[in-house]
């Protein structure tokens, strides 16, 4: 089969591949994949940046994709054969609290598991979600990590309902789930970005109002005159000392901040005393457990939704589309056609 192989750290050791198919051991399914996400994930698997003690080599990045099961391990139910499915990315996170290590070791795409950049992939059956029906290949490929993200952010760190204000920082992949995902539920939704296009995209999508960061860097007090002084149940932050000063003030008390990327720097830069005498939750956001994968699913059907993708390249040239990612030139996702 072929695959985007990476033989140790770094674009130069990261290339198509022509290797041999895996097969299906017990309790396993095999997927002929059809589609992948790209991810800044990805660029920063293939570049090193998350580099562990424990690493596979060779490895296939791809943390996210979507594939027809087409051949079963001992022990899997005959039903499975055919479907459509997505390997959800945190193999061992069924629900709830997850053990340390399923984090650490059980993440598609490395450091540890072969990801979706491959014409097949073989994962346990406990480790699969069934993709509504009226998506595309490209469009499905897009909700175990990017959609499952902004699921969790909205619906289990906030809990966001009808009459709430959610503020989104950005239009990339996650953040435009996240204004899909809040509009579905009632929400009003503020969009900042420092690109005038792509906040009129954004408008043409259902975002209430939008805020050029560019043009007024001081966006928390726009969000509170927006919401005459009580703020954003909601703030959506891609994280590091640039945005979270702000994400913090522009949040209601007993409000909540979903940090979902670390864009400017690791360090968040928070003001305590702010933090505390605000009440406010600050949740680390993530993709999200298997159950949350299956109610999101049936959110995205109940709603008709469809993922907002920017470009799709062709398999040949996923190189260059991983590269490409840290650029962040998208409005949405960029997908793989495997």
């Known amino acids: 089969m072929k695959a985007l192989r990476l033989d140790s750290a770094g674009f130069d050791n990261f290339g198509l591949a022509e290797i041999d198919a895996p097969r299906p051991g017990a309790g396993e399914v095999l997927l002929k ?4 996400g790209v991810l800044l994930r990805d660029y920063k698997v293939v570049s090193g940046a998350y580099a562990a003690a424990e690493q596979t ?16 391990g001992e022990g899997v139910d005959r039903s499975w054969t055919g479907k459509r499915v997505n390997p959800v990315y945190v193999q061992g996170w069924q629900g709830a609290r997850p053990h340390p290590q399923a984090i650490a070791r059980g993440t598609l795409g490395g450091p540890l598991l072969h990801g979706c950049f491959a014409e097949y992939l073989t994962v346990p059956v406990a480790g699969v979600v069934e993709v509504p029906a009226h998506l595309s290949h490209e469009e499905a490929a897009c909700l175990p990590f990017s959609a499952l993200t902004a699921w969790s952010a909205v619906v289990d760190q906030a809990g966001i309902a009808r009459g709430d204000v959610v503020m989104i920082q950005g239009t990339g992949g996650i953040a ?3 204004l899909q995902f809040a509009k579905w539920l009632g929400a009003r939704v503020i ?22 960061y560019a043009s007024t860097p001081q966006w928390a007090q726009a969000v509170l005159d927006l919401t005459e002084g009580r703020g954003a149940d909601l703030v959506m932050d891609p994280g590091g000392t640039v945005t979270m000063l702000e994400s913090i003030r522009a949040v209601r008390p007993c409000g909540t901040v979903s940090v979902f990327n670390a864009l400017s720097s690791a ?27 299956v109610a999101m699913v049936q959110g995205i059907t109940q709603a008709n939704l469809h993922p907002v993708l920017e470009r799709s390249y062709a398999f040949e040239d996923g190189v260059a589309a991983v590269a490409n990612a840290p650029k962040a030139e998208q409005f949405g996702k960029v997908c793989l056609r495997i």
């Not at 906040?199 to 999508?205: E, K, P, T």
């Not at 360090?267 to 994968?293: C, K, W």
């Open 33 to 36: 994949m059809s589609a992948a």
């Open 57 to 72: 080599w060779p490895l296939i990045p791809g943390s996210e994709g979507v594939g027809e099961i087409v051949e079963l």
């Open 176 to 178: 435009l789930f996240a």
């Open 191 to 212: 969009v900042s970005s420092k690109n005038d296009e792509k906040l009129a995209r954004a408008r043409a999508l259902g975002a209430d109002h939008v805020i050029n």
């Open 267 to 293: 360090e968040l830069g928070v003001q305590l005393p702010y933090l505390l005498g605000h009440n406010i939750a600050l949740h680390g956001v993530n993709a999200g457990s298997r159950e949350a994968h």
